[in-house]
């Protein structure tokens, strides 16, 4: 029985020391945390969960740390992770507030107005938590709007390409045209000119045979003097 109860004493002896590190780990990293230095607080309360995984303190600590280093997705994590686990009203509150805190920064608006309204369940007479929602309603409806506006422009821009793209082809269908007729165009135009230079030379031949009568009356005016 006395070896039970040593056995015993030593595992309390052993719990409590670690509780005291854990514990002092937690204070130093406060202390790291209020001095602006939230890297250190992290690697401390990092250690203190090392100890103690189980931590709310320590969990609860380690995402404020993490989501002044601006790490927002683990934030996220963290805080989501800790939001089932505890069953304390008043740390809900606070959990799922900085879990909105942590959606807000990343622009999850939606899941950021869900923590909140968490949040206000638990507490609903936290002023902070009210006016965060109210915010994040506003980011959430900037961001729909947005991108609505972008998808209409987007549209604009697609049809404004088809148009475009429509009055290309057209274009280059009345290139092809063009180009297709233009032989035509060529055969006509030489069978015209060959009209005109068959017609020329008509006229060039019978203005010559003119010539050639005259020049056959002269001859047969003037001829060979007859020997009287």
Do not use: C
Request: aromatic share 8%.
């Amino acid at each position: 029985m006395r070896y039970v109860l040593i056995f015993i004493f030593l595992i309390l002896a052993g719990s409590a020391s670690f509780s005291q590190k854990e514990n002092a780990l937690l204070r130093q990293g406060n202390r790291k945390y209020e001095g602006g230095n939230y890297k250190e607080a992290e690697k401390d309360y990092r250690k203190a969960l090392e100890l103690n995984k189980e931590s709310v303190k320590g969990q609860f600590n380690l995402g404020t740390a993490v989501y002044k280093n601006n790490n927002f997705e683990e934030a996220t994590k963290i805080y989501g992770n800790l939001s089932e686990k505890s069953t304390d009203r008043d740390v809900k509150s606070k959990v799922f507030h900085n879990l909105g805190n942590s959606y807000l920064q990343s622009k999850e608006y939606e899941k950021s107005i869900s923590a909140y309204k968490n949040a206000l369940m638990n507490d609903p007479k936290n002023v902070d938590t009210k006016y965060n929602l109210e915010y994040a309603k506003m980011m959430l409806k900037k961001q729909q709007q947005q991108q609505q506006q972008n998808k209409d422009n987007k549209d604009k821009k697609d049809d404004k390409k088809d148009q475009q793209d429509k009055k290309d082809d057209k274009q280059d269908q009345n290139k092809k045209n063009d180009q297709q007729k233009q032989p035509q165009d060529q055969k006509k135009i030489s069978k015209d000119d060959a009209d005109r230079m068959l017609e020329a030379l008509k006229n060039d031949e019978k203005k010559t045979m003119q010539k050639v009568k005259k020049q056959k009356a002269k001859v047969q005016v003037i001829g060979i003097e007859k020997d009287w």
